[in-house]
């Protein structure tokens, strides 16, 4: 956020056109900046800062509720709070993080000045449900851009590929959109192409994205180039402002009658058991699983990779005995993965195209995107 450092002598009176920098008289407050924060969960936040003894913000919310906070510790950037802390806006730069109690429920939101949604580069994509703003925790733009409108609204939004690279020797490409809108661009869910893959070109043709590249064999390793193409289409929901993978040859929403097993790489999200136990990666694009039409499947893990056969027998399937690399990782959820696959005894789709492992015993399900 730009700050307008404003040097005041006795009786003197700044006015900058544009609102930038004033003095207050009366109240002593002295203004240091000013900023519109556009937040995703769709609240707009003027904020007017004040440095001095008492350093502190005013913030107007959707143009109607007024609060003031003060400054408290931080170990870095601005922290305002207000006296019970039910209320904290933490500024750094042109970011904002908004947390709100309220009802003994806390609600969390990311916030970015609306001159930085100018510049879809910089701000926030969903990873598996969680966002993250482009170009920390390991992401980077990758580039390969399409532009068109993709969800009928009459805005040119854009289409492109990032990568992140959460640890170890993985490097995981997406493919995201930034859709364009009054206030700038907002980013959505990103979807998973693979583990250094090899990305070739962007297509936006008959209201989908495309995006192909090239990806390596099930049972090849990660020293082989990929070689094997690939096409991945893609739909923005005007509704939910989500992509969808389309399965070719038929369009709308995932028809679990025509899904199968070797259609794709699956990634593990969630394990839920009927205990209301719910079991998540810590490294959400970490977990893959790839099958074969002639009964293989190969796996990665946060640690390392396994391989071995399954068995299908109407909705029924089975995991042989599994090979698996031996590299130790310190904190991997690697056994707790394993034992889970272990336990599988079935497996349907769903029109969210999701494939759901089911947990012997009625215990519980493991769902893959």
Not at 337 to 351: N, R
């Amino acid at each position: 956020m730009k700050k307008n450092l404003v040097t005041i002598g006795i009786l003197f009176v700044l006015v900058v056109v544009g609102g930038y920098a004033y003095m207050n008289l009366g109240s002593k407050k002295v203004a240091s900046g000013m900023g519109t924060f556009v937040c995703e969960g769709g609240d707009v936040m003027q904020a007017t800062f004040y440095n001095g003894k008492n350093s502190s913000v005013d913030l107007i919310i959707n143009d109607a509720e007024q609060i003031t906070l003060l400054q408290a510790t931080s170990a870095s950037g601005a922290r305002y709070v207000n006296n019970d802390e039910s209320f904290v806006f933490w500024n750094k730069g042109d970011s904002a993080f908004v947390s709100i109690v309220a009802n003994g429920t806390t609600t969390n939101d990311m916030c970015v000045t609306k001159e930085s949604l100018q510049n879809y580069k910089t701000i926030s994509y969903g990873i598996n449900g969680r966002k993250v703003m482009l170009g920390t925790e390991g992401t980077t733009y990758f580039g390969n851009e399409v532009r068109g409108d993709f969800d009928s609204d009459g805005k040119e939004d854009v289409a492109f590929l990032f990568t992140h690279q959460p640890g170890g020797s993985g490097t995981f490409y997406y493919v995201t959109v930034a859709r364009k809108t009054e206030n700038g661009h907002v980013g959505t869910e990103s979807v998973l192409l693979g583990d250094r893959i090899a990305p070739q070109t962007t297509e936006f043709r008959d209201g989908k994205i495309i995006v192909n590249y090239a990806d390596r064999k099930p049972t090849e390793s990660f020293v082989v180039q990929p070689s094997m193409g690939k096409s991945i289409w893609l739909l923005l929901d005007a509704k939910t402002h989500q992509l969808g993978e389309v399965v070719q040859n038929f369009e709308g929403e995932a028809d679990p009658k025509r899904m199968t097993l070797d259609m794709k790489t699956w990634n593990w999200v969630r394990t839920q058991y009927n205990n209301d136990t719910e079991v998540t990666p810590k490294k959400a694009d970490a977990f893959t699983a790839t099958f074969t039409k002639d009964g293989k499947v190969s796996m990665t893990t946060d640690c390392n990779r396994m391989s071995g056969a399954y068995t299908v027998t109407g909705n029924k399937i089975t995991f042989g005995p599994m090979a698996m690399t031996k590299m130790y990782c310190e904190g991997s959820q690697e056994n707790d993965f394993a034992k889970m696959i272990g336990d599988v005894s079935g497996f349907l789709f769903t029109s969210k195209g999701e494939l759901i492992l089911e947990i012997k015993f009625d215990s519980g399900t493991m769902t893959f995107r």
